[in-house]
């Protein structure tokens, strides 16, 4: 499927049931003020969405943010993942 349209009444349910699990994981390990929804696909047929967390300091406020990629560390990443994974498991448990 490569429109939001094309999509049947439960691959829409699916397809944001999963959005709002990963939301809820990002919120819970890096603790946002307010999360932004991107639903995107214009330039190649397909279908993804950008979750964008926002926080109280980011470079602008009310505003889309700049794209401008900050690297971390591998230790970092891993403890990312590793984070979002526990939580994952949490929320599927509900």
């Given at each position: 499927?490569?429109?939001?349209?094309?999509?049947?009444?439960?691959?829409?349910?699916?397809?944001?049931?999963?959005?709002?699990?990963?939301?809820?994981?990002?919120?819970?390990?890096?603790?946002?003020?307010?999360?932004?929804?991107?639903?995107?696909g214009?330039?190649?047929?397909?279908?993804?969405?950008?979750?964008?967390?926002?926080?109280?300091?980011?470079?602008?406020?009310?505003?889309?943010?700049?794209?401008?990629?900050?690297?971390?560390t591998?230790?970092?990443?891993?403890?990312?993942?590793?984070?979002?994974?526990?939580?994952?498991?949490?929320?599927?448990?509900?």
């Open positions: 499927m490569a429109d939001f349209t094309s999509l049947s009444t439960s691959e829409v349910a699916a397809y944001w049931h999963d959005i709002h699990s990963v939301a809820q994981m990002i919120e819970h390990v890096f603790a946002p003020c307010h999360m932004n929804y991107q639903l995107l214009n330039s190649v047929p397909h279908l993804h969405v950008h979750l964008v967390p926002r926080y109280l300091d980011d470079p602008a406020p009310g505003k889309p943010l700049p794209w401008e990629p900050k690297p971390v591998q230790p970092e990443y891993d403890r990312q993942v590793q984070l979002l994974t526990d939580v994952a498991k949490t929320i599927r448990e509900r």
